[in-house]
Nanobody, 115 residues
Framework: QAQLVESGGGLAQAGGSLRLSCAPS????????MAWYRQAPGKQRELVAG???????NYADSVKGRFTISGDNANNTVCLQMSSLKPEDTAVYYC?????????WGQGTRVTVSS
C-alpha cells in the first residue's frame, strides 16, 4: 500500500533553516493537493502550508514569509523550506496528500528548534 515518506527533520538553532521533503513510496494517483501539517507537544495538529496541483499555495499566518512550500507534480513530491526558525516551530511535521478517492498521511518527521 502506498504511503508518504518524510525526510529532512532534525535539530536547528533559532534563526536557522531546515528543508523537509516528502515523497510517496508506491504509486499514488490523482493527487490534487499536498500539504505539511505539524503537531507540537500538547497541541492539536495544524496546517502549516499547502499546495495544489495548479501550484496555488496557502500558509499559516505564523509561517508566512519564513516557510516556502514547493511541489513536483510529475513525481508527487513536496518540499518545505523553513527559514528564520523559531523555538515555537518545534513539532512533528507531517506530509499530507489529498486525492478524490482518499487522503494520505506520512508518519512524521521531528523538527526541534533550540533558542
Amino acid at each position: 500500500q502506498a504511503q508518504l515518506v518524510e525526510s529532512g527533520g532534525g535539530l536547528a538553532q533559532a534563526g536557522g533553516s531546515l528543508r523537509l521533503s516528502c515523497a510517496p513510496s508506491g504509486s499514488i494517483f490523482n493527487i490534487n493537493y499536498m500539504a505539511w501539517y505539524r503537531q507540537a507537544p500538547g497541541k492539536q495538529r495544524e496546517l502549516v502550508a499547502g499546495i495544489t496541483n495548479g501550484d496555488f499555495t496557502n500558509y499559516a499566518d505564523s509561517v508566512k514569509g519564513r516557510f516556502t512550500i514547493s511541489g513536483d507534480n510529475a513525481n508527487n513530491t513536496v518540499c518545505l523550506q523553513m527559514s528564520s526558525l523559531k523555538p515555537e516551530d518545534t513539532a512533528v511535521y507531517y506530509c499530507y496528500a489529498w486525492t478524490p478517492l482518499r487522503d494520505y498521511w506520512g508518519q512524521g518527521t521531528r523538527v526541534t528548534v533550540s533558542s
